[in-house]
């Protein structure tokens, strides 16, 4: 148990569906991540959060649309998506300040795209 | 050619044996991590060092600044260390969260 929960664990979803993937952290941390890990390759960071402010957005689809309305809270939400898509997405959480902050991963939404 | 090399890719062992995993990176680095990921996806974070060296019962983690190189031994292996373990670094200088990830290697430790 690391602290940081996410909602669901799986999802199957159409291309023409729209879903949001949950994430809560018990931390007391300032930053949030989404995070894609797709087969066969790294982990790619997606978004980061500061504060409930987005503070990177590494060139992903408009499809994925983000939302941090608290400290605690991370949304990812996914509307028209391609079967490429279909991956682990996994949220994390960490202080901020200080030259690094070690980062407490969730377990991770399983998601696959028909 | 990625900027975090890990080295192997796989790696299966004998439980008892005592495992070594490696990891090159190119970049300049203000800490590194070792992650373990278990087959449901989960990650939990092993190790975050900066220099010299950290133990954890039986996981050690070595980090040489000069040479870009981390290690991670898990000695007397049990079937329960199976997992894929993931070496991560943030980038000196770069921005908040954007760690650089290997691309991991997959443990299978045999009862």
């Known amino acids: 148990e690391t602290g940081v929960t996410q909602t669901p664990r799986h999802l199957v979803m159409g291309m023409t569906n729209k879903k949001s993937l949950k994430c809560e952290q018990h931390?007391?941390?300032?930053?949030m991540y989404w995070y894609k890990q797709s087969a066969k390759k790294p982990l790619e960071l997606m978004f980061v959060?500061?504060?409930?402010?987005?503070?990177e957005n590494n060139s992903v689809p408009s499809r994925f649309s983000p939302e941090c309305p608290n400290s605690s809270h991370l949304f990812l939400h996914l509307h028209t998506l391609q079967p490429e898509d279909s991956a682990l997405y996994l949220c994390a959480s960490s202080r901020t300040g200080g030259d690094y902050n070690e980062q407490f991963f969730g377990p991770g939404t399983r998601l696959t795209v028909l | 050619k990625n900027e975090v090399e890990q080295s192997p890719q796989n790696l299966t062992a004998q439980e008892g044996e005592f495992i070594t995993i490696n990891c090159s990176y190119s970049?300049?680095?203000?800490?590194l991590h070792w992650l373990q990921q278990h087959p449901g996806g989960g990650i939990v974070s092993l190790f975050m060092l900066s220099s010299g060296k950290k133990k954890h019962g039986r996981l050690i983690a070595t980090i040489n600044i000069q040479e870009k190189h981390s290690s991670l031994h898990i000695t007397a292996s049990h079937p329960r260390d199976s997992a894929v373990y993931i070496c991560a670094v943030m980038n000196y200088g770069g921005s908040q969260g954007n760690l650089i990830f290997g691309k991991g290697t997959k443990l299978s430790v045999k009862p």
């Open positions: 970049v300049g680095i203000s800490a």
């Open positions: 931390l007391g941390h300032n930053a």
């Open positions: 959060y500061n504060f409930k402010e987005q503070t």
